[in-house]
């Protein structure tokens, strides 16, 4: 996999699979190009040093998160790690 493949599949991850809703974030990180889940990705927040990791379906979630704009870290070995900025929704 390479890392416009990462790139894309993140994008996707945000715009399609992201739900913030009640202090919790909900996500799914797929292959872009093989439209398949990805596991054992690290989902990390800085900020409040919590970290998960994607299961065998790519899902992920964190509970009880407070009402601010949070950075998300991804990193998988064979992939680009990213980082996107989480705004919650009013």
């Not at 996999?1 to 699979?17: C, E, F, P, Q, V």
């Not at 292959?31 to 800085?46: D, G, L």
């Given at each position: ?10 994008w ?7 739900v ?10 797929i292959?872009?190009?093989?439209q ?11 900020e ?14 964190f ?15 064979g ?12």
């Amino acid at each position: 996999m390479n890392n416009k493949t990462i790139a894309i599949l993140l994008w996707l991850l945000l715009i399609s699979n992201f739900v913030i809703s009640q202090n919790n974030i909900h996500g799914r990180i797929i292959n872009a190009k093989e439209q398949t889940p990805v596991e054992n990705v690290n989902v990390y927040i800085p900020e409040l040093r919590r970290s998960t990791t994607s299961n065998d379906k790519g899902e992920f979630s964190f509970n009880n998160l407070p009402s601010t704009t949070l950075y998300i870290q991804f990193t998988s070995v064979g992939y680009k790690s990213e980082v996107k900025l989480i705004t919650p929704e009013n």
